[in-house]
C-alpha cells in the first residue's frame, strides 16, 4: 500500500512539475515559415556558424518548433570565433527564443531579451580633400569632421524603424554655416540633421519602406535620398520601384554642384536586379520632373537647353572572381540632355579594408566619365561630376573599427577641357 501511493505522489510530482514547464513557454509551438529567425539563421549557416537539422538542410518552406530552432541557436552560442554582424545576429534571436533557450539550460537574462530592440550604430569620420584646375591655377582645399548616428528601432517581428542624424564641422573655418549651404563655399552645417528617417516592413521576398530614404543606385549617381515609398518582391530576381519627392532645393546637392536653382522634383524610379553568388547586375530607370529643370551646357554664353525632365537609364553589373579580386561597373544616359548627357565608370578592386579585422587592407584602380547631366548626386570624391579621369585609391584598418582611405584622381573638365588633379583623404572610427 505504501509502495503504492509513493509511487501514485512521485507520478502526480512529475506530471505536475512538466505542466507548470511546459505552460510557461511551449517548446513545441511552432515557428512559421515566414518567420525573420529562418532568414537570420540561413544567414548565420552561410557564414558557417551554424547547421541545420541532421541532414543539413533548414526547411525553410515548412514550420519547424520552437524547440528546434533554440537547438541551433544554443549551439552557435557555443561558439567563439565570429564577426561582429553574426555575433548580433546570434543575440537577437538568442533574445527572440530565450524561453526556449532556458529549457534547455541555456540561460538568457531579461536585459539581454531586451536590448536589441532598439540598436545605436555610428561613426566618427575626418575627411581632407584637394581639387585642383591646373590650367587655370586654382585651388580648393577644407577639412570636415562629421559625426553620424543610426539608429534602427524594431517594431515587431517584420517591421523596424530606421534613421540617420548627420552633426558636421568645417575644420579650415570652424564656424557655423548661417546660410544652411552644407558643403557650399568650404562651409558646413554645425547642427546635427535629420538625413533619413523611414519604416522599413519585410515579408519573405517582398519589402516594403516609407519614409524618407535612399533610393536604388545611391552606389553610383545618386548617392542622396528622397521622400516617398518603395516596394520591391523577388530572391535572387528581384523587381524595385518607388515614387516621391527629390529636393532639389538651394541647399540641395545638386543645386550646390551646379549653381542651378531647381524646385523639388516629382520623382518615380524602377529596377530589375539579379544576384546570384559572384555575380550581381541590374537596369533602372529614374524620371524627375521640375518645372525649371534646367541643364546647363554652356556657362559663358548664357545658353541652357530648357527641360522640365531627366529620364535616366542605368545598367550596372558587378563580379566577384574570388576573395580578392573584383570589378565592377556601370552606364548611364539622360535621354532628355543634349550634352554631358553620359556617365559610366569601370573599376578593379583587390581585397579591401574591413573595419572588424584589423590589418586588412584593400586597393583599387578606376576610369570614370560622369557627364553632369545624368551624375546629378556622384558618390565619387576624386573624379567629380562633370569630370572624367583616372582613380587610385586604398584603404587599411590599422586597428579594429578604424578605416584609413586614399584617393588620388587625375583627368579632364568636360566643359573647359582643362587637367584636373584631386586628393582625398578620410579617417573612419565606427562604432
Known amino acids: 500500500m505504501k509502495k503504492t501511493l509513493v509511487s501514485a505522489l512521485t507520478t502526480a510530482l512529475v506530471v505536475g512539475a512538466a505542466s507548470t514547464t511546459f505552460a510557461a513557454a511551449n517548446p513545441f509551438s511552432d515557428v512559421p515559415a515566414d518567420h525573420w529567425a529562418y532568414d537570420a539563421v540561413s544567414q548565420l549557416a552561410a557564414d558557417g556558424v551554424i547547421e541545420g537539422y541532421g541532414d543539413t538542410t533548414f526547411r525553410g518552406n515548412q514550420n519547424i518548433t520552437r524547440y528546434e530552432m533554440a537547438q541551433m541557436i544554443a549551439k552557435a552560442m557555443a561558439k ?14 538568442a533574445a527572440e527564443f530565450s524561453d526556449e533557450l532556458n529549457n534547455l539550460g541555456v540561460r538568457v537574462s531579461n536585459l539581454e531579451r531586451n536590448a536589441d530592440m532598439v540598436k545605436w550604430n555610428g561613426k566618427a569620420e575626418y575627411t581632407y580633400y584637394s581639387h585642383r584646375d591646373k590650367d587655370a591655377n586654382t585651388k580648393t582645399n577644407d577639412d570636415q569632421l562629421l559625426f553620424r548616428l543610426e539608429p534602427s528601432a524594431e ?56 519614409g524618407k530614404f ?22 535572387k530576381v528581384t523587381f524595385t520601384a518607388g515614387a516621391g519627392r527629390q529636393n532639389m532645393d538651394n541647399d540641395s546637392d545638386f543645386t550646390q554642384k551646379f549653381k542651378v536653382g531647381e524646385k523639388t522634383a516629382n520623382y518615380q524610379y524602377a529596377g530589375l536586379g539579379y544576384g546570384d553568388g559572384k555575380f550581381v547586375g541590374g537596369v533602372d530607370y529614374h524620371h524627375l520632373n521640375s518645372d525649371t529643370f534646367q541643364y546647363r551646357v554652356d556657362t559663358k554664353a548664357e545658353k541652357y537647353q530648357n527641360e522640365d525632365n531627366a529620364n535616366i537609364w542605368l545598367a550596372k553589373a558587378a563580379y566577384r572572381f574570388d576573395k580578392t579580386n573584383a570589378l565592377n ?15 559610366w565608370s569601370a573599376q578593379y578592386s583587390y581585397k579591401g579594408a574591413e573595419a572588424e579585422n ?3 587592407w584593400g586597393a583599387w584602380a578606376a576610369y570614370r566619365y560622369l557627364g553632369q547631366n545624368t551624375d546629378l548626386f556622384s558618390t565619387f570624391d576624386v573624379i567629380l561630376a562633370g569630370q572624367k579621369g583616372w582613380e587610385v585609391g586604398a584603404n587599411y584598418a590599422p586597428f579594429k573599427n578604424i578605416v584609413a ?15 584636373i588633379e584631386n586628393l582625398f583623404g578620410r579617417v573612419e572610427v565606427f562604432f
Do not use: C, M, P
Not at 582611405?405 to 587637367?419: E, I, M, P, Q
Open 329 to 343: 561597373g556601370f552606364y548611364a544616359n539622360n535621354t532628355s540632355a543634349d550634352d554631358f548627357d553620359k556617365a
Open 80 to 93: 567563439s570565433d565570429v564577426s561582429a554582424a553574426d555575433k548580433a545576429l546570434i543575440d537577437k534571436l
Open 405 to 419: 582611405t586614399l584617393r588620388y584622381g587625375n583627368g579632364k573638365d568636360l566643359r573647359t577641357d582643362n587637367d
Open 214 to 235: 535612399a533610393q536604388i543606385d545611391s552606389d553610383s549617381i545618386f548617392d542622396t535620398s528622397f521622400s516617398g515609398a518603395e516596394v520591391k518582391f523577388g530572391n
Open 155 to 210: 517594431v515587431n517581428s517584420h517591421w523596424h524603424v530606421n534613421a540617420r542624424l548627420d552633426a558636421s564641422t568645417d575644420l579650415a573655418k570652424d564656424r557655423d554655416d548661417v546660410h544652411s549651404e552644407h558643403g557650399k563655399d568650404s562651409y558646413q552645417d554645425t547642427d546635427v540633421t535629420l538625413k533619413r528617417v523611414w519604416a522599413q516592413g519585410n515579408y519573405g521576398n517582398f519589402q516594403v519602406k516609407l
Open 358 to 360: 584589423k590589418g586588412t
